[in-house]
C-alpha cells in the first residue's frame, strides 16, 4: 500500500517536472554560447515587432515577436553573421522592421529633418532676433518703433477732453 | 465728437516718418500672424490624416514585384494536395490568401473569396498560417473551401518568408510567380472590384 503510494507521488511528481522541463524547452530558449546569445539579445532589441510596432520583438509577447526570436537564434546558431540576419528579415519585411531605419535614401529626411528644422527656425530666430534689437537702438533717439512716442499736442488734447468728456 | 473727423488725418500727417517704419513692421508682424496659424494648421492636419485616416497597420510590402519565396507545404490534414512554389507559376494569373481558423476577419472575407472562385477563373490558393491541423479542417468544412490548392504552414515559417505579419493577407501573383500585389486585412467586395480585379486585367494585357 504505501509503495503504492510512492508510486502514484512519483507518477505526479514526474508529470510536473515534465510540465517544467517541456517549458524549459521551447525553442526560445537562449542559445547555450553566451557570446551568440548576446548578440542574439542585441539584433531582437533592434528589431521591431510588426503587430505591436512600438515594441521590439525583445520586448513583445506576440507571437511573431516569439516567432522571429526563434528565427534569430536559429539563424545565429546556423552561423549567420548580424547582418546576415538582419537582411534575411528586411528583404521579407522591407526597412520597417528595423527598429532604427538605415540613413539611405528618403530616411535621410527622417534622420536629418528635424535637425535642419532646427537650424533653419534658429537662424530665422536669431536674424529677427537681431533686427528688433538693431531697430530699438536706432529707434531710441527718435522715440519710434518700439519706445511710445510722446504725446502731439492735438492726442493730448484728445485725450483731455475724452478724460473730462461726461457720459451723458 | 463733432472735433474728431478733422483731427484723424491731421494726426496722421503729422507722425508720417514714424508710421512709415511701424508700417513695415506690422505687415511682417501680420505675415508672422499668417504664417504660424497656417503652419500649425498643415502640422495638425498631417497628424490628423495619419491618426485617422492612414492605417498605420498597413505597412508597404518589400517583395512587390520579386519572386514569391521558394516553400513547399504539406496539405492540410484530410487533403491530398499541398502547395509549393511551382503551383505559382503555372502561366495564370493567381490569389494567394493567408488565412487560419483562429482568425476571426478571415471568416468575414471568406464568402468574398467564395464568390470570387465561383464567379471567376482565377485560382485562389491558400497557405493556412499556424493552424491546427483539426481545426483548419473543420473550419474548412463548415465555412466552405473556394481554394484550389492549400499548404499548411504549421510553425509560420513560410508566412515569414512572406513578410506576413497578420492574417488574413492576401497577394496577386502573375503567371511567372511574382508578387504583384499585397492586401493587408479584410478582402471587401469594394476591393476585389475596384483594385483586385482591375489589377489582374491590367497584368493580362
Known amino acids: ?168 | 465728437m463733432s472735433e474728431k473727423p478733422p483731427q484723424g488725418p491731421q494726426q496722421e500727417s503729422g507722425s508720417q516718418p514714424a508710421s512709415d517704419g511701424r508700417e513695415q513692421g506690422s505687415s511682417r508682424r501680420r505675415l508672422l500672424f499668417v504664417m504660424a496659424p497656417l503652419g500649425f494648421a498643415l502640422l495638425a492636419g498631417i497628424l490628423a490624416v495619419q491618426l485617422l485616416g492612414g492605417e498605420p497597420k498597413k505597412i508597404p510590402s518589400a517583395l512587390i514585384d520579386k519572386p514569391a519565396p521558394e516553400f513547399e507545404l504539406p496539405p492540410v490534414q484530410g487533403y491530398d494536395v499541398g502547395l509549393s512554389t511551382a503551383d505559382l507559376r503555372s502561366g495564370n494569373i493567381s490569389l494567394v490568401n493567408i488565412f487560419a481558423s483562429w482568425c476571426g476577419p478571415c471568416l468575414v472575407e471568406h464568402p468574398v473569396l467564395t464568390r470570387l472562385a465561383e464567379t471567376t477563373d482565377i485560382p485562389i490558393y491558400a497557405i493556412n498560417y499556424k493552424d491546427a491541423p483539426d481545426n483548419a479542417a473543420r473550419w474548412l468544412k463548415r465555412n466552405g473551401d473556394p481554394y484550389a490548392r492549400i499548404g499548411a504552414d504549421l510553425n509560420g515559417r513560410v508566412g515569414i518568408d512572406w513578410g506576413v505579419y497578420g492574417v488574413p493577407e492576401t497577394f496577386v501573383i502573375d503567371g511567372e510567380g511574382r508578387i504583384r500585389y499585397k492586401h493587408i486585412g479584410v478582402l471587401t467586395e469594394d476591393d476585389v472590384q475596384g483594385t483586385i480585379l482591375p489589377l489582374i486585367e491590367r497584368l493580362r494585357q
Open chain 1, 1 to 168: 500500500m504505501r509503495a503504492r503510494r510512492f508510486l502514484i507521488g512519483l507518477a505526479i511528481a514526474a508529470v510536473l517536472f515534465g510540465a517544467t522541463g517541456a517549458k524549459a524547452f521551447s525553442p526560445d530558449e537562449p542559445l547555450t554560447d553566451p557570446a551568440l546569445e548576446a548578440r542574439a539579445q542585441t539584433l531582437n532589441k533592434g528589431l521591431r515587432c510588426l503587430v505591436c510596432q512600438g515594441q521590439s520583438i525583445a520586448d513583445s509577447n506576440a507571437e511573431l515577436a516569439r516567432d522571429l526570436r526563434v528565427l534569430v537564434r536559429e539563424r545565429l546558431a546556423a552561423g549567420d553573421s548580424d547582418d546576415d540576419v538582419t537582411d534575411y528579415l528586411t528583404d521579407r519585411y522591407g526597412d520597417f522592421i528595423l527598429m532604427n531605419p538605415p540613413v539611405k535614401g528618403a530616411n535621410y529626411v527622417l534622420w536629418f529633418g528635424p535637425v535642419a528644422a532646427l537650424l533653419v527656425g534658429g537662424t530665422a530666430v536669431f536674424f529677427a532676433f537681431r533686427r528688433t534689437r538693431a531697430s530699438r537702438l536706432s529707434g531710441a533717439g527718435r522715440g519710434s518703433a518700439s519706445a511710445p512716442a510722446p504725446l502731439t499736442p492735438d492726442e493730448q488734447r484728445r485725450l483731455d477732453t475724452l478724460l473730462d468728456d461726461d457720459p451723458s
